[in-house]
T-cell receptor, first 114, second 113 residues
Framework: KAGVTQTPRYLIKTRGQQVTLSCSPI?????VSWYQQTPGQGLQFLFE???????NKGNFPGRFSGRQFSNSRSEMNVSTLELGDSALYLC?????????????FGQGTRLTVV | AQSVTQLDSQVPVFEEAPVELRCNYS??????LFWYVQYPNQGLQLLLK??????LVKGINGFEAEFNKSQTSFHLRKPSVHISDTAEYFC???????????FGIGTKLQVIP
């Protein structure tokens, strides 16, 4: 079966712009989580959506937002981009939350802000 | 506070030598533990997980990890590494109380031929 698909793979934006990243989870998975990965900070949790509801949120400013659609596809939006937003953004999907959860990761979207 | 500490940011090791990547966690509630591997320009892939039962967990690619509750550790080991094991390894835990996965900062394993 198809894995987690993130689009686009690479993106270059200028400061002040906004960007939308997309994540299509594995079929049947209802939970989608987003992470920001940078060399200095490692993997930082952004938020998690389950059945179109944001269930958990990390410690990021309000410029970072997301949503999930009825087909479980998720989008992440970053407004007023800053240079420090340059990172690899990873999406992970899972069938359900709880002890038997295994998160499957996409290949990520590498965002460069110039 | 919920946290994961990976004690080594980089670990160089010669090919066919054993390796141990260290991971300690801090949590006030029961957790489930994971190790993920990330190859260059790729997402993360699950290596192994501990949910309950035997504290020694075997995963893919010959890796294993041992859960030690008293030391709150979940160290990853491989008896003989290969060049293809060069990657970044992340320790993580899931806390049911918070319903989210917390990742460590990662350990870069460099296998030297």
């Amino acid at each position: 079966k198809a894995g987690v698909t993130q689009t686009p793979r690479y993106l270059i934006k200028t400061r002040g712009q906004q960007v939308t990243l997309s994540c299509s989870p594995i079929s049947g998975h209802r939970s989608v989580s987003w992470y920001q990965q940078t060399p200095g900070q490692g993997l930082q949790f952004l938020f998690e959506y389950f059945s179109e509801t944001q269930r958990n949120k990390g410690n990021f400013p309000g410029r970072f937002s997301g949503r999930q659609f009825s087909n479980s596809r998720s989008e992440m939006n970053v407004s007023t981009l800053e240079l420090g937003d340059s990172a690899l953004y990873l999406c992970a999907s899972s069938f359900a939350t709880g002890r038997n959860t295994e998160a499957f990761f996409g290949q990520g979207t590498r965002l460069t802000v110039v | 506070a919920q946290s994961v500490t990976q004690l080594d940011s980089q670990v160089p090791v010669f090919e066919e030598a054993p390796v141990e990547l260290r991971c300690n966690y801090s949590s006030s509630v029961s957790v489930y533990l994971f190790w993920y591997v990330q190859y260059p320009n790729q997402g993360l892939q699950l290596l192994l997980k501990y949910l309950s039962g035997s504290t020694l967990v075997k995963g893919i690619n010959g890796f294993e990890a041992e859960f030690n509750k008293s030391q709150t550790s979940f160290h990853l080991r491989k008896p003989s590494v290969h060049i293809s094991d060069t990657a970044e390894y992340f320790c993580a835990f899931y806390s049911g109380g918070y319903q989210k996965v917390t990742f460590g900062i990662g350990t870069k394993l460099q296998v030297i031929p």
